[in-house]
């Protein structure tokens, strides 16, 4: 399969948990990374591979991973984490690159 | 720190061909452990892949682009471009440049450009 399927929006109240979510058959074989894009900037990896937080990224940024699918976390979301969401991954073949369709978070 | 910057014309009229460079500074565009890549995305729309490159020459691209795309690199001048040819109003999009670390089974794109629009119109 060469899709990735995200929730187009999601929100979560300030200061509680969100998860975001993946699907995709190339899940099982490999892992999601995770944007976030904010408006008119470039998209910023929040988590890639296993259970990796790039330099920077709060650790209330988690990961999962099960089957088809791969979830994004936020603990205690904070106001600056509205943002739209992306998940990248590879198709199925592993040659080729894959974006999911984004999902837009508010934080109410 | 690594920078990228894209540059070339904001405006491509329609069947002609769209090219942009992506400068890299703050670090070799040779370094092993990297590919480079490109993203767009258009006004309002999600994130697309177009393609990859190594230093070496090696290429990856979207198969939905059906060979209108070629990537290249310029080792000397440590850059890396985009060319696109017959475009259309669709490929209308803000372009990003970015470094591509590629794992056994993950990928991330670590540095991005700020991106530049490209419309297509007459």
């Known amino acids: 399969s060469s899709e990735l399927t995200q929730d187009p929006a999601l929100s979560v109240a300030l200061g509680q948990t969100v998860t975001i979510t993946c699907q995709g058959d190339?899940?099982?074989?490999?892992?999601a990374t995770w944007y976030q894009q904010k408006p008119r900037q470039a998209p910023m990896s929040v988590l890639y591979?296993?259970?990796n937080r790039p330099s920077g990224i709060p650790d209330r940024f988690s990961g999962s991973n099960s089957g088809n699918s791969a979830s994004l976390t936020i603990t205690g979301a904070q106001s600056e984490d509205e943002a739209d969401y992306y998940c990248?991954?590879?198709?199925?073949?592993?040659?080729?690159?894959?974006f999911g369709g984004g999902t837009r978070l508010t934080v109410l | 720190q690594l920078q990228l910057e894209e540059s070339g014309p904001g405006l491509v009229k329609p069947s002609e061909t769209l090219s942009l460079t992506c400068a890299v500074s703050?670090?070799?565009?040779?370094?092993?452990?990297?590919?480079w890549g490109w993203i767009r995305q258009p006004p309002g729309k999600g994130l697309e892949w177009i393609g990859d490159?190594?230093?070496?020459?090696?290429?990856y691209y979207n198969l939905s682009f059906k060979s209108r795309v070629t990537i290249s690199v310029d080792t000397s001048k440590n850059q890396f471009s985009l060319r696109v040819i017959s475009v259309t109003a669709a490929d209308t999009a803000v372009y990003y440049c970015?470094?591509?670390?590629?794992?056994?089974?993950?990928?991330?794109?670590?540095?991005w450009g700020q991106g530049t629009l490209v419309a297509v119109s007459s």
């Open positions: 490159i190594y230093y070496s020459g090696s290429t």
């Open positions: 970015a470094r591509h670390r590629r794992g056994l089974s993950w990928d991330q794109f670590d540095y």
């Open positions: 190339s899940l099982r074989t490999y892992y």
């Open positions: 990248q991954s590879r198709d199925s073949s592993g040659n080729y690159l894959i």
């Open positions: 703050g670090g070799s565009i040779t370094t092993s452990d990297y590919h």
């Open positions: 591979g296993e259970h």
